[in-house]
């Protein structure tokens, strides 16, 4: 396979772990490049459930390589306890998985800083993960923040976080919140991880630009959702990194000349977790039917996962802004029990046909969607192999999505979690 980026094309948990998991067959070196434990790739393999927050997903077979890039913001505490949890399951990443030295640290007051400014904002707050990305990016572009690579000089990595501890502290205590952290603990903990730390510690753009001279091809691991865009997403609900294609290259330091293919990965209906406008959302009995047949309850928090019906004015946006070349469709098995299906066409805005995302917010906001509806197939789809086993309901609703976006080429369809239960279309 071509060097590849794959991305969430809604609002992320589209299923991205599933088929990166199913990429990384053809790839040899898979890349998160943004995003940070807020993630929650779920990748199964026969009985064992593994999720992945900072660890790429690709770990899973032996003789790949991993790199957290410089995009992502880490906690060295979970990716540490990732690491164990692997080894505990007889998985060794000695040797074939990195860190970028340029990757910034979430660190503790990071989080006590996300809960405090979402506090703050009582009903208006983001619903964010509490895993602290927020501050961490907030640091990084204030140039006040710490890169793993600053552990390698610990007498200038502990003044510069005494620096902001300090302004943390105050910071947090002038909304009269709790800020309980002790200094001299996250010294004591900061000094394990710098001695765990230090074999993972990697230039990796320059490890990822000789590798491509080698003729390795590339996975880049997409976290979150294009609507998840701190740029082109549902603003202010979003998260703190660029999600779409285009920050595969900024967050991994390669140039986009190595960038073959953009897969999307949509899955058969829509899901959020957090606040923030989702006009198809079925607060309803449909809503409960999507999360308990399709297991929708974050992967991080646990949070049950809003849910909704198909919406092709996201997907075409998806795919304008990633410059998606292949769609990969996830989770049609559940819709087998549905009688009908309801898809997304387009928005009706202040009584105006929309078939475009709007960049207004509030236009977003009121956005009425109009709907087409198609028959379901009440059937189980396990057992199929190949689009011709599949009933015609359900290939005719595969067909009217493609349709309603672009007509971009499946590379494959996902009819569960397991690695088995993939119709593969094409090979990249
Ligand atoms: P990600 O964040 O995009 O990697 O997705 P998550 O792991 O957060 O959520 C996707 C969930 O759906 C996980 O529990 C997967 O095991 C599961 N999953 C992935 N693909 C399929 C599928 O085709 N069908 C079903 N039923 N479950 C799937
Ligand atoms: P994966 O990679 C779904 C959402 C949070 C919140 C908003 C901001 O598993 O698809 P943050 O903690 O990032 O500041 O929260 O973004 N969010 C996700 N929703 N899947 C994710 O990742 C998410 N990562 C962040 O729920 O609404
Ligand atoms: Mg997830």
């Known amino acids: 396979m071509s060097n590849s980026i794959v991305v969430g094309t809604q609002w992320g948990d589209e299923g991205k772990a599933k088929v990166i998991d199913w990429l990384t067959l053809r790839s040899d070196i898979i890349i998160r490049y943004h995003g940070g434990a807020n993630a929650g790739h779920t990748v199964i393999v026969g009985d064992e459930k ?70 703050q904002m009582g009903i208006k707050k983001i619903g964010t993960t509490g895993r602290g990305i927020g501050p961490a990016y907030a640091d990084k572009v204030s140039r006040m923040g710490i890169r793993v690579g600053d552990l390698r000089n610990w007498d200038r990595f502990i003044a510069q976080m005494k620096i902001n501890f300090d302004l943390k502290k105050q910071i947090v205590e002038l909304y009269h919140h709790p800020f309980e952290l002790k200094f001299d603990e996250i010294v004591e903990s900061y000094r394990i991880f710098q001695n765990r730390i230090g074999p993972f510690i990697l230039d990796t753009s320059e490890y990822l630009f000789r590798a491509v001279r080698q003729g390795k091809k590339l996975l880049f691991e997409g976290a979150q959702g294009t609507f998840l865009d701190v740029d082109h ?31 999307g990965i949509v899955k058969a209906y829509t899901t959020r977790v957090g606040n923030g406008p989702f006009p198809t959302e079925q607060d309803n009995e449909t809503g409960e039917a999507l999360r308990s047949f399709g297991g929708e309850f974050g992967a991080t928090t646990g949070r049950p996962r809003r849910c909704g019906w198909f919406d092709s004015v996201l997907l075409r946006k998806a795919v304008q802004l990633n410059g998606i070349t292949r769609l990969a469709l ?50 189980d789809l396990s057992g199929c192999k190949k689009m011709s086993d599949m009933p015609s309901a359900a290939r005719n609703y595969i067909t009217r999505l493609k349709t309603l976006c672009y007509d971009v080429p499946l590379l494959l369809i996902s009819l569960g979690p397991e690695r088995s239960q993939t119709i593969e279309l094409e090979k990249l």
């Open 50 to 119: 593994f999720v992945f927050h900072l660890v790429p997903s690709g770990i899973m077979y032996p003789d790949k390589v991993c790199i957290v890039g410089n995009g992502v913001v880490l906690d060295i505490e979970q990716f540490l306890s990732e690491v164990d949890d692997l080894q505990r399951k007889n998985i060794s990443v000695d040797g074939r998985l990195f860190i970028s030295d340029l990757a910034h640290l979430v660190l503790p007051y990071h989080k006590v800083q996300d809960a405090s400014s979402e506090s």
């Open 233 to 263: 997403g549902t603003y202010p609900f979003v998260t703190s990194s660029n999600t779409i294609a285009g920050s595969a290259c900024t967050g991994a330091g390669v140039g986009p000349t190595l960038i073959n293919h953009v897969i």
């Open 330 to 379: 996830t989770k049609l098995d559940v819709l087998n029990k549905l009688k009908e299906i309801q898809l997304c066409t387009h928005y009706e805005i202040n009584g105006k046909r929309s078939e475009n995302f709007p960049t207004n917010p509030r236009d977003f906001e009121k956005a009425v969607p109009v709907y087409e509806t198609m028959p379901g197939w009440q059937a």
